[in-house]
């Protein structure tokens, strides 16, 4: 597609839920990477991929957060039984490869843990 | 672990004048890029310029364009001829060989008509 897409563009749910966030990366683009940015804060990275590989995943907080990518292309974040720390806008970003370095971004996901 | 600083949470402006919006970094790294990304209420991150460590010269952008200090490592912003439209959350980034890139807490640029 012309850009990057993220759905939902808002979600609201409640603590102990399973969320899936979606990203469709621009078209071509090998790397994707996820961010987190919570209200007034900056963006803290959770994953990026390469491909269909995740080589750092550093930046997950728990093991209730997971990611996956397929066909080089579409990539899903699961937050799994919710909490009230994870509201916060998710952005999906993705670049022709690594080595460019310059990332284009979707609107983000905001997330709302009741 | 990089690290990038913006000392100025909120900075603001008059139309049509000029502003510069501070970063650091921190690194051992000697090969890398820096960025100055945009973030309107829209959300959509925007990327503003972007200067790669290797190039002695100063990344213009019509009118944005950067002081990169690499021994100081530092990498400021300015914004000439400042406009409504530039009103913001302005993000400076750094990506090494991690390939990920590690932003700065942002400031928030106000332009006054």
């Known amino acids: 597609g012309a850009g990057v897409s993220q759905s939902p563009s808002n979600k609201v749910t409640e603590k102990g839920k399973d969320v899936e966030l979606r990203c469709d990366p621009i078209?071509?683009?090998?790397?994707l990477y996820w961010y987190r940015q919570r209200l007034g804060q900056g963006l803290e990275f959770l994953i990026y991929?390469?491909?269909?590989?995740?080589?750092?995943k550093s930046g997950l907080p728990s093991d209730r957060f997971s990611a996956e990518r397929t066909g080089e292309s579409v990539s899903t974040l699961t937050i799994q039984r919710t909490q009230q720390e994870d509201s916060a806008v998710y952005l999906c970003?993705?670049?022709?490869?690594?080595?460019?370095?310059?990332?284009?971004f979707g609107e983000g996901s905001r997330l709302t843990v009741l | 672990a990089q690290t990038v600083t913006q000392s100025q949470p909120e900075m603001s402006v008059q139309e049509a004048e000029t502003v510069t919006l501070s970063c650091t970094y921190d690194t051992s790294e000697s090969d890398y890029y820096l960025f100055w990304y945009k973030q309107p209420p829209s959300r959509q991150m925007i990327l503003v310029i972007r200067?790669?460590?290797?190039?002695?010269q100063n990344a213009t952008e019509n009118r944005f364009s950067v002081n990169f200090q690499k021994a100081a490592k530092s990498f400021s912003l300015k914004i000439s001829d400042s406009q409504l439209g530039d009103a913001a959350m302005y993000f400076c980034a750094y990506r090494g060989s991690n390939y990920k890139l590690t932003f700065g807490k942002g400031t928030l640029l106000t332009v006054n008509p």
């Open positions: 991929f390469q491909g269909n590989s995740a080589p750092d």
């Open positions: 078209s071509g683009h090998t790397a």
């Open positions: 200067q790669e460590a290797y190039k002695q």
């Open positions: 970003a993705s670049s022709r490869s690594t080595y460019t370095g310059e990332l284009f």
